[in-house]
């Protein structure tokens, strides 16, 4: 059944090439020839006598040049009344007109002339014309070649004179399309009978698919009177109706939206014919340029609703979420970035509506648990997240999308939605990226995340903290084993600790980094969080060797020791950690790293430095993870120099903090002006900044 999504797209695309005549843009030159215009385009031009637009061959496939729709223009004009004789024909033939210039609109019901005079004293009505046709082309005395069209009324025959074969034809299939479009406006809004809808909806279709006219209307002309039709006389037509309906809208929508009207008609075929044939081979392209395109669901809420139910009409096939599945791993195609940028945003639109008013009506209408039917599709929509949550380029936009925790609380507390969205979070939690995993905490202070939501004694906490530790682990080991992070959990102390005496690897480290960082808030919960890890083997190892650090910690802080300091140009990071081991530096007041291989992981010295007030990190692999380390911890620096830095915007941003900054140097930083004028805003004490050879100079 997944195989049939792909086919019918396919089908759908032959068949608007036929259709169409389209032109492929790789084709072999020795393929291509020119031949007279195919008669499936214009009846009109079957006239042996009449010359129309030369056609291409490619591999025997008619190609047609296309022509924008014109309005209007400059036009030459001559009016001939009808020879009853071979003496009328001679005076009225070509060598005799008398040929004068009009400015022509094509209005909605006629072709008028702005000057309403001479030959176009009155305009032609196009429910007068009789035939119309490309005239052949004729040398004049003047010796210039002029191109015309012949139109013929119950009056007289106009011909229309341009300079060059373009232009002619151009002129004459947008005179055709006006022609038309009048006729089958006012047949489809005066028919009755089913049959003569469809065939007349039919005709105009291929009429509008194969006029070689390039322009919006040319579409949306059949997509707006038959989604008219539709809403009069939709619950009036027979099924068979409806269905060939749709067959003959596929090749218009491929490059068209369809209407709030047309919408409500394809949901009312999912729903009544949820296992049609038609809502996969003819719906899924339908649907793919949807979600493909920029489409506005706040605007067009009913397009909205077709996907919806759309999706549920696939997942009440046999196997359904599996083809739901593969339907979206085909939108997102096989390679490693979706080509689509929408896709993403308008899927997860979709499901937080579909979820959203799943659980409202839940609680409006108060329907059982045990309707599978209902609860398949709640199934459905979770299982779409999850498989969303699946693909490495979608993750990041996927987590800040769910971030703000767009669900009702009968949501987080369902089985079936919180045992599916599980699988959501976890992967969002083992993508290696700090940007994507960090997206579990909350989009700002206050503001719960999934961090908070899955915390043990939480409302979606239904494992007894396996999640919550899974997430806390996550977390601690890679980007937030930071003071800010830690200060930020001492609300949850209580659960961390009742980990913590079941032995939790996770709890018991982050209780350990709360005090090696001292970001316990009270010595109340101090007292308590040491009581916690002393009462388990592993939390007293663990403890035992923060006492350590703590110890050693207090020797280096102890005054004395040299106030100004000078690594070697080859010094790493490991010799600035067995330098500061060596001995007291609790006076260490300047502190120069310049031309030294030292990188981000030095900025666990730097910050046992309590008297630090100098810091020289010119040249050096220092980045954005150290400067937001310091930042948290050296807020009394005075002078930092990071001239030739590896630091960016967002570790620059970090630098608010330090509200002593006197001096600062960025020079040849990726420093933005953006963030520039931040820091002179935010750092009230600065005196001078070096931004030389930035984007800010």
Not at 402 to 408: D, G, H, K, R, W
Not at 426 to 451: A, M, S
Not at 463 to 485: A, Q, T, V
Not at 639 to 659: F, I, R, W
Request: hydrophobic residues 40%; glycine residues 4%; proline residues 4%.
């Amino acid at each position: 059944m997944g195989d049939r999504l792909g086919s019918a797209s396919n089908s759908l695309s032959l068949n608007r090439v036929d259709a169409c005549n389209t032109f492929y843009s790789k084709i072999n030159h020795e393929d291509i020839l020119i031949v007279p215009p195919s008669n499936a385009v214009t009846t009109a031009a079957a006239s042996p006598t009449t010359s129309s637009t030369l056609c291409m061959l490619i591999n025997g496939r008619p190609i047609q040049q296309r022509h924008k729709l014109l309005n209007g223009g400059l036009m030459q004009v001559c009016r001939v009344p009808h020879a009853r004789n071979i003496i009328e024909k001679i005076r009225f033939s070509r060598f005799l007109r008398r040929w004068e210039d009009h400015h022509l609109t094509l209005e909605h019901n006629e072709i008028l002339s702005d000057t309403n005079e001479g030959y176009m004293d009155h305009p032609i009505l196009y429910t007068s014309i009789e035939d119309m046709c490309p005239w052949s082309k004729t040398k004049m005395i003047d010796s210039k070649y002029r191109f015309c069209i012949r139109i013929v009324t119950n009056e007289c025959i106009y011909f229309f004179q341009v300079s060059t074969l373009y232009l002619r034809d151009q002129w004459f299939y947008s005179m055709q399309w006006k022609r038309n479009k009048l006729k089958f406006e006012r047949i489809l809004r005066t028919a009755h009978r089913p049959e003569i809808l469809l065939k007349e909806m039919i005709h105009m279709i291929d009429f509008a698919m194969t006029i070689p006219i390039e322009d919006v209307e040319i579409y949306q002309f059949p997509l707006e009177i038959i989604s008219e039709i539709l809403q009069q006389q939709q619950f009036c037509l027979p099924r068979f109706v409806h269905e060939n309906v749709i067959v003959s809208l596929a090749p218009l929508l491929e490059k068209n939206y369809p209407s709030p009207e047309i919408c409500d008609f394809f949901s009312r075929h999912c729903r009544d014919s949820p296992r049609s044939q038609i809502v996969i081979e003819m719906f899924t392209p339908v649907v793919q340029i949807i979600l493909k395109h920029n489409t506005d669901f706040g605007k067009y809420p009913r397009m909205r609703v077709f996907v919806q139910e759309f999706l549920v009409a696939i997942n009440s096939q046999n196997d359904g979420l599996r083809i739901v599945q593969e339907f979206i791993k085909k939108i997102h195609c096989p390679t490693m970035v979706c080509p689509f940028p929408r896709v993403l945003t308008n899927f997860v639109s979709v499901c937080l509506a579909a979820i959203y008013n799943f659980f409202e009506d839940r609680k409006k209408f108060s329907f059982c648990l045990d309707d599978k039917e209902i609860e398949s599709q709640l199934v459905c929509y979770t299982t779409m997240l999850q498989t969303m949550s699946t693909f490495d380029d979608w993750r990041p936009q996927l987590g800040l999308l769910l971030q703000s925790i767009p669900f009702p609380n009968e949501a987080l507390t369902h089985d079936h939605f919180i045992g599916i969205f599980k699988n959501v979070v976890k992967n969002v939690v083992d993508d290696p990226r700090c940007e994507v995993h960090q997206t579990v905490l909350g989009i700002r202070e206050g503001k719960d995340g999934w961090f908070e939501i899955f915390c043990l004694g939480s409302i979606a906490c239904d494992d007894d903290g396996e999640m919550y530790s899974h997430i806390l682990g996550k977390l601690i080991s890679c980007c937030c084993r930071k003071k800010r992070f830690l200060l930020s959990i001492n609300k949850l102390l209580p659960a961390l600790m009742l980990l913590a005496l079941r032995e939790n690897q996770s709890a018991l480290e982050t209780l350990c980094a709360m005090l090696d960082l001292d970001a316990v808030e009270n010595r109340d919960n101090k007292l308590q969080l040491i009581s916690a890890l002393q009462s388990t083997p592993t939390g007293l190892k663990l403890y035992a060797k923060v006492c350590d650090r703590q110890i050693a910690l207090r020797e280096l802080q102890q005054k004395g020791g040299p106030r100004k300091l000078t690594l070697p140009s080859r010094s790493t990071d490991g010799d600035l950690a067995k330098l500061l081991s060596s001995g007291s530096f609790g006076n260490l007041e300047c502190l120069s790293l310049a031309f030294t291989h030292v990188t981000n992981a030095c900025a666990e010295q730097l910050i046992k430095l309590p008297a630090l007030r100098y810091l020289n990190l010119w040249s050096t692999q220092f980045g954005d993870a150290g400067l937001e380390l310091i930042s948290e911890h050296l807020n009394r620096l005075q002078v930092l120099n990071l001239c030739e830095t590896q630091v960016t915007d967002k570790g620059l941003n970090y630098l608010v903090c330090m509200k002593m900054l006197r001096k600062l140097n960025l020079n040849s930083t990726h420093l933005s002006s953006v963030t520039f004028e931040a820091l002179k805003e935010k750092l009230p004490a600065l005196q001078e900044c070096d931004i030389r050879y930035t984007d800010a100079w």
